[in-house]
């Protein structure tokens, strides 16, 4: 157990809509980062908040968000669905930001569009 | 730009073997670090070693160490003493000097035999 918890676990949905996914980092952590695993795209880098601000965006589509909270939780939002988006969404953390700081993972949120 | 490069989709080997996972990496980063996870088939990616571009030692964790050769940019990961529990994709990621995201080949998948 890393210590990052993902809700939920899947979720299944149509095209068209909404839907949150949340990520609590482990206890101290303050940067938050969140990747997508496709079969075709393999592992990318959405995004990464720091201590509640943004500081880096990789792949991450215009219909997708996310924000980092107070307590340090995150939550991705991603809208208007396509089924392209039917994915592992991982969200890991890790204490602070730097080459040597280890990212920890949580176990993912299954996304299936239909 | 940065490239994380795993040549080798499947392996096997039997158990209490070692196996040699293999990496290859492109920065011109001055300091980088590398990273390998695993993820069982049950999805979690979890960290398995560590290993900065300055440090002189090969990484070691338990049953595996990380076969760090920098002229060559390989850091291979070897597993001593293979496990039935060791099956599972194994992935390299690189993180480069000022950026956070990691940067993922696309995997290996190991099979352990009795």
């Known amino acids: 157990d890393s210590g990052v918890t993902q809700t939920p676990k899947h979720l299944i949905t149509a095209t068209g809509q909404r839907v949150t996914l949340r990520c609590s980092p482990r206890?101290?952590?303050?940067?938050v980062y969140w990747y997508q695993q496709s079969l075709d795209q393999g592992l990318q880098f959405l995004i990464q908040?720091?201590?509640?601000?943004?500081?880096a965006k990789g792949n991450i589509l215009e219909r997708f968000s996310a924000q980092q909270f107070p307590d340090l939780h995150s939550e991705l939002n991603l809208s208007s669905l396509e089924l392209g988006d039917s994915a592992l969404y991982f969200c890991?953390?890790?204490?602070?930001?730097?080459?040597?700081?280890?990212?920890?993972f949580g176990p993912g949120t299954r996304l299936t569009v239909l | 730009a940065q490239k994380i490069t795993q040549t080798q989709p499947g392996m096997f080997v039997q158990e209490k073997e070692a196996v040699t996972l293999d990496c290859t990496y492109d920065?011109?980063?001055?300091?980088?670090?590398l990273f390998w996870y695993k993820q069982p088939s049950s999805g979690e990616m979890i960290f398995l070693i560590y290993?900065?571009?300055?440090?002189?030692q090969n990484a070691t964790e338990g049953r595996y160490s990380l076969n760090f050769q920098k002229a060559r940019k390989s850091a291979n990961l070897v597993i001593s003493a293979s496990q039935l529990g060791d099956s599972a994709m194994y992935f390299c990621?690189?993180?480069?000097?000022?950026?956070?995201?990691?940067?993922f080949g696309t995997g290996t998948r190991l099979q352990v035999f009795p």
């Open positions: 990621a690189m993180r480069g000097f000022n950026t956070d995201k990691l940067i």
């Open positions: 920065t011109s980063d001055p300091s980088y670090g």
């Open positions: 890991a953390s890790s204490v602070d930001s730097g080459t040597t700081d280890t990212q920890y």
């Open positions: 206890s101290g952590d303050l940067s």
């Open positions: 290993q900065g571009s300055y440090d002189q």
């Open positions: 908040y720091y201590n509640g601000e943004e500081r």
